[in-house]
């Protein structure tokens, strides 16, 4: 028998306000797969379902149709443990840090451990753990309100709430939204460590094409509530012209490397990050002066 | 003819109970119909400046004139808020009103502007922004982008010479900030409407007249985009990134090829690239 992959989505339909004049069906019969190590990028427009689609990996959301398999388990059956599944699945939603509420940062971080039930000592073992991850201090910083800090160590601890719950899977929708350059490059540097050396199995959602290119290992692209192509970044970014036509953009690396091979220059179709492209550039210039 | 539009003269700014002043020693004029972008990192003064600039802060030291008015002066305030209008970050936070069209005649109800010439200005205001097929609807029913245009519209109406946007497209999509910083870039060509743009996006600076760059409460570095960018290490030094453009630029240059330093964007790159190895005609 096939082994049951770790995370499954089958014909998964959601209709907000079914029935009321508001019925809007946000995803239409969206199947995908998610397997352990992965980091996957949801891109696409706004109003696509990318953010409709990931609240239903935890079970914030309810299919209106279809089902949601982790590890084998139906998420929705009668009788499914909900909680166990949400143990396994971190959702941090969009501005997270604006559900931050205790008076510490421990506390808030302290949390969802303690709503399992843990005990003092494993729920300080998890506060510290989940601070060290988001890189933020525990002397300096665990006793502090969360409301003097800066809105990205907002963010951090908001995102260590969740990582104290020690999932397996983290689903982040726009995590670095309304963040200066270095607030950015924090939070993605910390999502990718945490992907590369904690083994958390990644699922993104992003605006930013040039993120996605270094970071993801697979891209899910939807368009008006269906996944309309999925693939590596280099199958994906080589297909410019779908992109645009649902309205997304690709790597500045790909828009250079289609204009130059358009101008006749000799570089492969498929190249899509900067430092890839550098090292054609720089061997076509050493060639040059060869000849 | 009017030569500055706004002037900061050695401006500094504490918070009250704080320590360091958030701002120390800034001096800028900005010519009228320029679009001069903001960039720094959070806690560099970018919004403190902004806020001074139409009188919602007052300087601690220094002073800061707009069109001849200098902001302390408490007789010129109404004038000075209906000359330098702001929008700011959050499109949700911004809309007061439940009909689009209402929410454009909020500004002009507050500065006493008679009920017969508000509806041509509001019409034309939503016009200037391509919102007027809205002018019915709910706020809430529109996209990020659109709420945006709508508080310009806002401004608009009121009809002002300076537009300051504090990152006003730090919480949109790709596309909604397209649409913002298009809408925003028309005026200015079109109305000469001056324009700070305070942003965390380098693409957007590329393409503004003048970029001031703000680093703990000074102006570090100032010119036009090429000028500012090129610079890629003092960029690096102050946590901001430059295009990635002029980044591939300077790593080519690295390795041997003689890569013009301004570059900017794709089609510059393209240029630079095909006038050293492009097969020739």
């Known amino acids: ?291 | 003819m009017e030569e500055t539009r706004i002037s900061v003269e050695d401006v500094s700014y504490t918070y009250e109970e704080a320590e360091a002043p958030a701002l120390r020693g800034v001096n800028a004029a900005v010519r009228p119909g320029e679009f001069v972008a903001v960039l720094g990192h959070n806690g560099s003064g970018k919004s403190t400046l902004a806020k001074l600039l139409n009188a919602l802060y007052l300087p601690t030291e220094g002073r800061v004139v707009i069109r001849g008015m200098d902001t302390a002066d408490e007789q010129a305030l109404w004038q000075i808020r209906q000359q330098a209008g702001m929008i700011f970050q959050n499109p949700d936070n911004q809309i007061v009103a439940t009909v689009v069209r209402e929410d454009v005649a909020f500004g002009l109800e507050n500065l006493g502007v008679p009920t017969e010439e508000m509806p041509g200005r509001i019409e034309s205001a939503l016009a200037s922004v391509r919102m007027s097929a809205f002018a019915e609807s709910a706020p809430h029913m529109l996209s990020g982008g659109q709420k945006q245009r709508v508080a310009i519209a806002g401004i608009l109406a009121m009809e002002p010479s300076i537009l300051i946007a504090d990152e006003a497209t730090a919480m949109l999509d790709p596309s909604g900030r397209a649409e913002v910083l298009e809408t925003v870039r028309t005026l200015n060509r079109r109305k000469g409407i001056t324009v700070m743009w305070i942003t965390h996006f380098m693409e957007e600076a590329a393409t503004a007249d003048r970029v001031i760059v703000m680093s703990e409460g000074e102006i570090a570095l100032t010119g036009t985009p090429k000028e500012v960018f090129r610079q890629v290490d003092v960029m690096r030094k102050l946590h901001l990134d430059v295009p990635h453009m002029t980044d591939l630029a300077q790593s080519l240059r690295e390795g041997g090829m003689p890569i013009n330093g301004d570059v900017l964007t794709v089609d510059e790159m393209t240029e630079e690239v095909c006038r050293l190895l492009c097969p020739s005609k």
């Open chain 1, 1 to 291: 028998m096939q082994a049951a992959m770790p995370i499954e989505v089958r014909h998964l339909t959601h209709t907000y306000s079914e029935g009321s004049a508001f019925q809007a069906t946000a995803i239409r019969d969206v199947s995908l797969t998610l397997e352990d190590g992965e980091f996957v990028a949801v891109v696409g427009h706004t109003g696509s379902g990318k953010s409709t689609l990931v609240q239903h990996l935890n079970g914030l959301l309810t299919p209106t149709e279809g089902q949601i398999l982790v590890d084998g388990m139906d998420m929705f059956a009668p009788g499914a443990d909900k909680r166990l599944i949400r143990r396994k699945v971190g959702l941090v939603f969009q501005y997270p840090e604006y559900q931050l509420f205790e008076e510490t940062v421990a506390k808030d971080v302290a949390f969802g451990p303690k709503n399992l039930g843990l005990s003092a000592d494993e729920i300080d073992r998890r506060v510290r753990q989940a601070m060290a991850h988001v890189h933020l201090d525990y002397d300096q910083y665990a006793q502090r309100s969360p409301f003097e800090l800066s809105g990205g160590q907002m963010r951090r601890v908001a995102i260590a709430g969740v990582l104290a719950m020690e999932p397996r899977f983290l689903i982040l929708d726009e995590p670095t939204a309304g963040l200066d350059p270095m607030g950015r490059d924090h939070i993605l540097g910390m999502i990718q460590e945490l992907h590369r050396q904690g083994g958390v199995t990644v699922v993104m959602v992003s605006h930013s094409m040039d993120d996605v290119a270094r970071l993801a290992t697979r891209l899910i692209v939807m368009s008006k509530g269906q996944v309309v192509a999925a693939g590596t970044p280099r199958e994906i970014f080589r297909q410019a012209d779908m992109m645009a036509s649902i309205g997304l953009g690709v790597p500045e690396a790909a828009r250079l490397c289609a204009a130059l091979r358009g101008r006749g220059l000799m570089l492969p179709e498929d190249l899509y990050t900067l430092e890839e492209l550098r090292e054609h550039l720089l061997r076509l210039w050493k060639e040059r002066g060869k000849a």
